[in-house]
């Protein structure tokens, strides 16, 4: 199994990034897709998770308005579009497919390298 992400960057505070995830070795449409992150010197943290459809998406509170995820069943690609960054979203962003609604780190299956996001003030 092999998740992939890209899209990370440097942004100044108040911009946008997309990361995408490219999945594969994996019946990709059967598994919740979601992204986590970790700041340094904080614990991995749930950023935003969507079912196989699509049409149930889970958002942390940090995330809501800000952050939209999707995902491409045809691709085996998922997509965190982020909006109105600030300097407290500075994380490496990990990828990762589980079983379980709304993952944390020990309900994950499966997990990307990360990308890192860095947001200037």
């Known amino acids: 199994v092999q998740l992939v992400e890209s899209g990370g960057g440097l942004v100044q505070a108040g911009g946008s990034l997309r990361l995408s995830c490219a999945a594969s070795?994996?019946?990709?449409?059967?598994?919740?897709m979601a992204w986590l992150r970790q700041a340094p010197g904080k614990e991995r943290e749930s950023v935003a998770a969507?079912?196989?459809?699509?049409?149930?998406?889970y958002y942390a509170d940090f995330a809501k308005g800000r952050f939209t995820i999707s995902r491409d069943n045809v691709k085996n690609t998922v997509y965190l579009q982020m909006n109105s960054l600030k300097p407290e979203d500075t994380a490496v962003y990990y990828c990762?497919?589980?079983?379980?609604?709304?993952?944390?780190?020990?309900?994950?299956?499966?997990w990307g390298q990360g990308t890192q996001v860095t947001v200037s003030s």
């Open positions: 990762a497919a589980s079983r379980v609604r709304m993952p944390t780190p020990p309900t994950v299956n499966y």
């Open positions: 969507v079912d196989w459809s699509g049409s149930s998406i």
């Open positions: 070795g994996l019946s990709f449409s059967t598994y919740i």
